[in-house]
């Protein structure tokens, strides 16, 4: 039987507050156990959330950049369970009246073709704190550091239809959110995080296949790997004449597989009721209409720019667009190489990408600025160097050499364009090997990449290779 | 609408309230009672009005997001069962 994939997400984003949503205490990410946990967040007796107003405006920023209903009146619900990190007892979160409805976001698939992913609603809730489980003779301990710090948590349509859908749904979230700047999009350290709920269903049936939830999932890797699981999972037993149960699971990353939370915990009993400590918040037209007025330009409003105004293909503007530091460092990098947009693409997604990757650090930490990049990059343009020679400038800028004028001076590097120079070269290589030539002239082309590299070897690589092309094609003639 | 026994301790468990078989019938009672007078409102027509989120017809004054709480874990640790290393120590939670 053909089956068909239905995936909807549920991502948590924290908020980049500086202070948590209901209370004044610190959200920075790892300090001592319980230094930024405050009496509202221990949920003592007696005291009151007070909401963030930033909270709120990311919150709402969040909503206009997906084209979505930014609410006059959200209200904030308590959601009940008993769990040690959640110490009040409840989460407070926005069941009933969300500050965010109706929005939506297109994603890129293979081959070229978009296609736009419902984003059903988006509220504002808190985080819980962290429960370790090692060490502690039979205890368990609790860090409330994180309890309180505001998130957004982002539902979807089940509009996904495959892993890889969801996976590239969840990026887009994940580049909006850091363009935003409401969100530090960090998954290591929990800032970026989704739940997703798959079922599967006979292809051209109309109702949903019972769906489970595989919880808290914390990498794009693991996000795919997890519901490819899933989706096997469920359509053996179904096809084994069993029964999906609606449950809550949980991916092992470890051994690669999903399993079911024990039941109490799918006890999903919340008892959900408006939090009497909080008053609705009440946004006013002016005030969301001001929001909007600081919406920075979109991923995929940078996106089209680049393809008008560096000529980039879709693919490269795509590319160079999924991280603002990315793209702003490819701006600034064509800017210093006097418009050299293409040069500088072909740069930045190759050899830029691959140290960083290589070195597994981030673009904010690479030892080449985009000034230095673009310098060498103008070195290419005006053919001072080759393509293939300033990989070695390159490299040397990596390590702290300088700047590319300066290596290539130093390290003599400066390309050879005297076409006199260049024949002498290949005059004496074209000599030297008789039975190439003869293979060359009988046919054989191929043979033409040993006199290039012949020739090139004997110019230390500095020779200009489109001259080089040229003259050797003239001279193997004959 | 009137709550069977069964009713009452999922609530109870669900609130984690420890009550004795003995007192089973009277919280039955009450708590039917509370929503009887819940069905009688349900009654009236409420289509096209705003649900009332609180009995303020106010809403919420926003705080600037400024830290303004100091380490104050010392002290919150004083009244805690069980603390290590900063952290506060619950009976083993089963994973």
Not at chain 1, 47 to 56: D, G, H, Q, R
Not at chain 1, 173 to 197: K, P, T, W
Not at chain 1, 311 to 320: C, E, K, M, P
Not at chain 1, 408 to 435: M, P
């Amino acid at each position: 039987m053909e089956w068909e994939v239905v995936i909807g997400l549920e991502i948590h984003a924290q908020l980049a507050t500086k202070s948590k949503i209901f209370s004044g205490a610190s959200t920075a990410y790892g300090a001592e156990p319980n230094t930024q946990a405050c009496a509202v967040d221990l949920g003592l007796p007696g005291v009151l959330p007070v909401v963030n107003k930033e909270a709120v405006a990311m919150g709402a920023k969040f909503g206009l950049a997906v084209g979505a209903q930014v609410a006059n009146r959200s209200v904030f619900d308590r959601k009940n369970y008993f769990y040690p990190d959640s110490p009040k007892g409840y989460q407070i979160s926005q069941l009933y009246f969300p500050i965010v409805e109706h929005g939506s976001i297109d994603i890129e698939l293979e081959g070229g073709k978009t296609k736009t992913i419902g984003i059903t609603r988006a509220h504002l809730e808190e985080d819980a704190g962290k429960s370790l489980h090692e060490d502690f003779h039979g205890m368990t301990g609790i860090d409330l550091n994180r309890a309180g710090t505001p998130l957004i948590e982002i539902v979807s349509e089940p509009d996904m239809r495959s892993a890889k859908e969801a996976v590239a749904y969840m990026r887009k979230i994940h580049s909006l959110v850091q363009y935003l700047e409401i969100c530090d999009g960090n998954m290591q350290e929990g800032s970026f995080r989704c739940d997703a709920n798959v079922s599967v269903r006979p292809v051209g049936q109309q109702e949903f296949g019972t769906r489970a939830e595989i919880k808290n999932i914390n990498s794009f890797r693991f996000v795919e790997k997890a519901i490819n699981y899933e989706i096997e999972r469920q359509i053996a037993i179904i096809e084994d004449g069993g029964k999906i149960a609606q449950e809550t699971r949980l991916y092992d990353a470890d051994k690669d597989e999903t399993r079911s939370m024990r039941s109490k915990e799918n006890e999903n009993d919340y008892r959900y009721f408006p939090d009497p400590d909080l008053l609705p918040i009440e946004l006013d037209d002016s005030y969301i209409q001001a929001i909007k007025e600081t919406l920075p330009e979109l991923p995929h409003e940078k996106k089209q720019r680049f393809i008008t105004e560096h000529g980039l293909n879709s693919i490269d503007a795509d590319v160079l667009t999924a991280q603002k530091a990315i793209s702003d460092f490819f701006e600034a990098t064509v800017n210093a190489a006097d418009g050299e947009a293409k040069l500088s693409a072909n740069w930045m997604q190759g050899e830029v990408m691959s140290a960083l990757n290589k070195n597994s650090i981030d673009i904010s930490e690479c030892p080449i600025t985009p000034e230095l990049l673009g310098d060498m990059i103008k070195r290419i343009a005006d053919n001072t160097i080759s393509g293939k020679i300033a990989k070695t400038v390159f490299e040397a800028m990596w390590n702290g050499e300088g700047a590319a004028d300066k290596i290539i001076e130093k390290k003599g590097l400066k390309q050879v364009t005297d076409t006199g120079l260049i024949e002498k070269v290949i005059d004496e290589i074209i000599a030297n090997n008789e039975v190439q030539v003869e293979q060359y002239r009988s046919g054989k082309e191929k043979v033409f990449g040993f006199f290039v590299g012949q020739t090139m070897k004997a110019t230390q690589g500095k020779a200009n290779p489109q001259q080089v092309n040229e003259l050797l094609k003239a001279k193997l003639k004959g | 609408m009137s709550l069977e026994k069964s009713d009452v301790e999922k609530i109870a468990h669900l609130a984690r309230l420890s009550i004795s078989d003995d007192d089973i019938p009277s919280y039955a009672d009450n708590l039917s009672n509370i929503l009887q007078l819940v069905e009688q409102m349900s009654s009236v027509d409420t289509n096209g009005i705003t649900p009332m989120a609180h009995p303020l017809s106010e809403s919420q004054r926003l705080r600037e997001d400024n830290v303004t709480e100091l380490n104050q874990r010392d002290h919150f640790q004083q009244i805690a069962p069980a603390t290590k290393n900063g952290l506060y120590l619950v009976p083993k939670v089963i994973e």
